[in-house]
């Protein structure tokens, strides 16, 4: 996966596809267990492989932020709201008490809030949904951050402030010019708050491209499924039957020995029993199929040549 | 009450005594709730949390008593039927299948437990509607000796359903149903519960806050406000023409996997106000774009317009 500058990438996928796995193991930060190998994770050019601690410190939090789905949980109960932005601010800010006061203030009223000075004081419990996870995100702007990885920003919250939420973050990206990583299960997020997509499926990217390419004219069968099994009220007819991918995602220790989808595929072939690469459709669009749709027709392709270009 | 009437809610209210800080405080989840479900229809409430929509299906399946007002199904008070009796008539259907299945038992005991419950039927009887239900709700017959502990979340939920129907009740409460699976066996599920309606004449009360899915099961909807229903009617007239400025906002608010879709700009921005501080006049006046004077002051009754009732003072005007 690739982000641009200022650019907002959607990383879809159902429940243990991979995304939030992912997107974290830009900032190094993966389970105990798990064995992170690549073969290349940059920032601005600089490789993150094999950093240590103290260089991840002027990382971390400085130049990529992370907003968790949960404001509760990832926000500290026993400090109030100024403790909690303030650490932040005393960590990677060289500001004296009142300038970081200021700071701290001016972000709470850019991302909305209107009485920050109250705020400030008030502990986490004392806040709504909403307002959590925007003090999460001003907690994230703190640095000015190059990058901000978004883990299901808004899933825990109700459908209106959902809307304000995901707003919210596009308009201060228009102004901070941050890259913004926004991991989400809900295609309806990513139709409005993202330039390109890439959709997780087992472990894999099976396929990405720009947002509109990828939700008009899905070449994967996974991506197709998903689309056709949401209603959309206007498109889908109301009460007939919707859309489904029959079957169930592999669990995660199957080995790859063939195509991840091939259980649950409308159209495969023999050729599916091998392992898929990701393969392009043309500069932006890529699909981990050999048997992509494209402009509405089934297009075969062959793997090993395909591999090699 | 109407002939057609299966749930009948009449000036339901519910009241709980919470300690907000340290204070006893009286948190009326519902306030003076009308409301007719047809035998045989969908009915959708709708509404962000804490608008009481669980409290009120909850007063519906009997499990709690209204403070105030009257439940009732077939005419007779919800609280009034025995547990048998009101277990053979509704059943619900819980948003979690991770929670709402005993882990210890097996598939085939979890769906035979209401009949076990009423003493009906033989042991081989028993087996054969359970693995009747198992084949209605589509879960292969072997699933029978697993545990939930087993089976995906899409399957769970299936089990539930299976659960529900075996004892061939006559209303299905569904609240959320769909909301904690993923998105290729979401659909599985809404299809097997419509085919369901379809093939028992069910008549279901579904519970949900995704509008998509509302459109694409009820024949009516009804927009819950703080304890309220602030509109209510059928499913395409509340869709192409909001009555109330609330119901406009969440159909705003909808997401939708389209191409060249911009994020919505909603014309309400402050939060939900809490359930123990409700706002004077109308509860929703601090976050509405028309509200004026009168709003602040006065709490709009419900107006019949047609087949649909809202409780606004400067409503949105219907299409000419």
């Given at each position: 996966?690739?982000l ?5 990438l959607a ?30 994770i ?6 993150l ?5 103290r ?17 509760m949980?990832s ?23 009142r ?37 999460m ?9 190059e ?36 991991i ?30 990828v ?12 689309l ?23 669990r ?11 259980n ?11 392992p ?32 090699a270009? | ?18 300690h907000?800080?340290g ?19 969908v009915?959708?409430?709708?509404g ?16 709690e ?15 009034d ?5 009101r277990?053979a ?12 299945l005993?882990p ?9 437990a ?25 879960l ?36 959320e149903?769909t ?15 419509a ?42 007239k509340i ?11 969440l ?13 919505p ?18 509860a ?6 028309a ?24 409503p ?5």
């Open positions: 996966m690739t641009d500058a200022g650019e907002t990383v879809v996928g159902e429940s243990g596809c991979g995304k939030s796995l992912s997107a974290m193991a830009i900032t190094g930060l993966v389970p105990p267990r798990a064995k992170l190998i690549a073969d290349r940059a920032l601005k050019g600089k490789s492989l094999g950093l240590r601690e260089e991840w410190r002027g990382i971390r939090g400085r130049r990529i932020a992370v907003v968790f789905q949960d404001p949980t926000l500290d109960p026993c400090y109030t709201i100024e403790d909690q932005m303030r650490e932040i601010g005393r960590q990677h800010l060289a500001l004296d008490a300038a970081l006061r200021a700071r701290m203030l001016d972000l709470l009223r850019q991302v909305g809030i209107s009485s920050p000075e109250t705020r400030l004081s008030q502990y986490p419990h004392q806040l709504s949904g909403g307002l959590r996870q925007r003090v995100i001003a907690i994230a702007l703190m640095c000015e951050p990058l901000i990885i978004a883990d299901e920003p808004t899933t825990a919250l109700d459908v209106t402030i959902q809307a304000q939420v995901l707003r919210l973050l596009a308009d201060l990206q228009k102004e901070h010019g941050f890259g913004l990583i926004l989400t299960h809900d295609l309806g997020v990513v139709a409005g708050a993202a330039d390109r997509i890439a959709v997780m499926y087992a472990g894999q990217v099976v396929e990405s491209g720009p947002t509109d390419t939700l008009s004219a899905p070449a994967h069968p996974y991506t197709e499924g998903l056709h099994s949401i209603p959309v009220p206007g498109r889908t007819a109301r009460g007939a039957p919707l859309g489904f991918i029959p079957g169930v995602v592999p995660p220790d199957a080995p790859h020995t063939a195509c991840g989808f091939i649950r595929c409308s159209r495969p072939v023999s050729a599916c029993a091998t898929i690469a990701l393969m392009p459709i043309d500069p932006a669009h890529a699909a981990r199929c050999i048997r992509p749709c494209l402009g509405g027709q089934i297009v075969e392709r062959h793997p090993a040549t395909e591999t270009a | 009450m109407k002939p057609d009437a299966l749930i009948t809610v009449e000036g339901a209210t519910k009241d709980y005594i919470v907000a800080e204070v006893r405080a009286t948190l009326r989840a519902l306030r003076g709730i009308d409301l007719t479900v047809r035998r045989g229809e009915l959708a409430i709708v962000e949390s804490g608008c009481g929509k669980t409290t009120l299906s909850r007063l519906i399946l009997g499990i008593e209204p403070s105030a007002g009257h439940v009732s199904l077939e005419g007779k008070a919800a609280t039927y025995d547990r048998l009796a277990a008539l509704i059943q619900p259907i819980f948003q979690d299948p991770y929670s709402s005993n210890r038992m097996t598939i085939g005991q979890i769906i035979a209401p009949l076990v419950v009423r003493g009906r039927g033989g042991r081989r009887e028993r087996h054969t509607q359970v693995m009747d239900a198992m084949r209605q709700v589509g292969a017959e072997h699933l029978r000796n697993a545990y939930p502990g087993q089976l995906s979340g899409g399957q769970r939920q299936r089990v539930a359903i299976a659960r529900a129907l075996i004892g061939e009740p006559e209303i299905l409460v569904c609240d149903p909301s904690a699976l993923d998105v290729s066996v979401q659909s599985q599920i809404l299809n097997l519960i085919e369901l309606r379809a093939r028992f004449s069910l008549t279901i009360v579904l519970i949900s806050h995704n509008l998509a899915v509302v459109h694409h099961l009820a024949d009516r909807v009804a927009v819950m406000y703080l304890g309220q229903i602030v509109e209510s009617g059928p499913t395409e869709f192409a023409s909001p009555r109330h400025h609330y119901t406009r906002a159909l705003d608010a909808i997401l939708v996997p389209e191409a060249h879709r911009r994020l700009r909603l014309t309400i921005d402050a939060e939900f106000p809490s359930p123990l501080t409700p706002p004077p006049g109308c929703f006046h601090p976050r509405c774009p509200a004026d004077a009168v709003c602040r002051e006065i709490d709009p009754p419900p107006v019949g317009d047609g087949d649909t009732r809202f409780r606004c003072h400067h949105l005007p219907t299409p000419a």
